[in-house]
């Protein structure tokens, strides 16, 4: 599936912003890498600092990817991981500062939220630092009945 625009008159944000839902091939991030790896040092405290070949992984190993453009410039990027049956995760969701309280993080989300390997899983996690209500006013609630367990990489110990 190729990449595949949003028309910006089915949304209620300017028509200046483009809002791009990603084939498979991911061809026009690819060839934006550094804008893209500029926008997630600029605007994710957790996204500092990748560099472009872990990128093109990271965009390689994702189900969806959605990606907002004004002018020429990134100002909105959010991806999503799936099975495709049983569960999927959001990721890196981020909206520029000056572009936020706009509506573009919910088209963002709501794109991710449709594509085919998401919209089949019969739940959606995502994780989440200082976004709580704003994913709770788009229909997602803490997990109250489940933990959260991070184990970092592990370093290369054969000397």
């Known amino acids: 599936m190729p990449?595949?625009?949003?028309?910006?008159e089915a949304a209620s944000a300017p028509a200046t912003i483009r809002l791009i839902a990603h084939g498979p091939l991911k061809l026009r991030l690819l060839l934006r890498l550094g804008a893209l790896?500029?926008?997630?040092?600029?605007?994710s405290f957790w996204a500092c600092g990748r560099s472009r070949q872990d990128l093109r992984r990271m965009l390689g190993g994702s189900s969806a990817v959605v990606s907002a453009w004004r002018n020429g410039e990134l100002i909105g990027f959010g991806r999503a991981t799936s099975d495709g049956v049983f569960?999927?995760?959001?990721?890196d969701v981020a909206v520029a500062e000056g572009s936020q309280g706009q509506g573009l993080g919910r088209r963002i989300v709501e794109e991710l939220l449709?594509?085919?390997a998401i919209k089949r899983a019969e739940r959606i996690y995502l994780m989440?630092?200082?976004?709580?209500g704003f994913y709770e006013r788009l229909g997602f609630s803490c997990g109250h009945?489940?933990?959260l367990l991070v184990r970092d990489r592990l370093g290369d110990s054969s000397g």
């Open 37 to 43: 790896q500029q926008f997630l040092d600029a605007h």
């Open 87 to 91: 569960r999927a995760v959001l990721w």
């Open 114 to 116: 449709r594509a085919p």
């Open 3 to 8: 990449a595949r625009p949003i028309p910006a």
């Open 145 to 147: 009945t489940q933990t």
């Open 128 to 132: 989440t630092t200082r976004g709580a």
